[in-house]
Nanobody, 118 residues
């Protein structure tokens, strides 16, 4: 399966962006999808994840209440709506896929840069 993330850009603090992650190739069975980010000089961290059936969404404490993850399996797309952005949200954002019953994020897309100016 291939993943592609896009939608990053430059936004002022307090603004919003919506990232998209499209999957192609072997998309059945549907995968859990996670959004990760890596800021300069920092380790990659998970931001949010959503189960294959969109029934379970989890968020990192740093983004809970500001970010919303959702998916449209008919479009093979997962979204990350980011509101009330802060300069500390600046990072390269990646989406990743986790096969059913697996604990590993086995498939990764290229990153998309989000820059939040103060």
């Amino acid at each position: 399966v291939q993943l592609q993330a896009f939608g990053g850009g430059l936004v002022q603090a307090g603004g919003s962006l919506k990232l998209s992650c499209t999957t192609s190739g072997r998309t059945e069975p549907p995968y859990d999808i996670g959004w990760f980010r890596q800021a300069p000089g920092k380790e990659r961290e998970i931001v949010a994840s959503i189960g294959w059936n969109a029934g379970a969404a989890n968020y990192a404490d740093a983004v809970a209440g500001r970010f919303t993850i959702s998916r449209d399996n008919a479009k093979n797309t997962v979204y990350l709506q980011m509101n009330s952005l802060k300069p500390e949200d600046t990072a390269v954002y990646y989406c990743a896929g986790r096969p059913p019953l697996s604990s590993s994020w086995a498939y990764w897309g290229q990153g998309t840069l989000v820059t939040v100016s103060s």
